[in-house]
């Protein structure tokens, strides 16, 4: 068993674990995960393929992050490690969350 995505215009629209017994008889166009499922450029509904770098980009978070040199999405402002935040898109900026 493996975990499968299905493709639509390079765009995952639906993730199954099967075998490739059961993938082999459906139709469309289906791609196997061979990425770790902690990784962040795992497979998830709304992903991109890109097949130059055999990688899934996942769906842009806010619209002034940018996507870096190793495919990850990226706020404008460095997050601070001292604790947890949460990014604040109309102020542009990390916000601490209270614990």
Known sequence: MANYAKLENNIVVNVVVADQEWINTQT????LDKDDIISQHNVIIGAKYDSLNEIFIH????PSWILNLNHIWEAPVSKPEDGWYTWDEQNQQWKLVNT
Request: glycine share 12%; hydrophobic share 10%; aromatic share 38%.
């Open 28 to 31: 469309g166009t289906w791609y």
């Open 59 to 62: 769906p842009k978070p806010y």
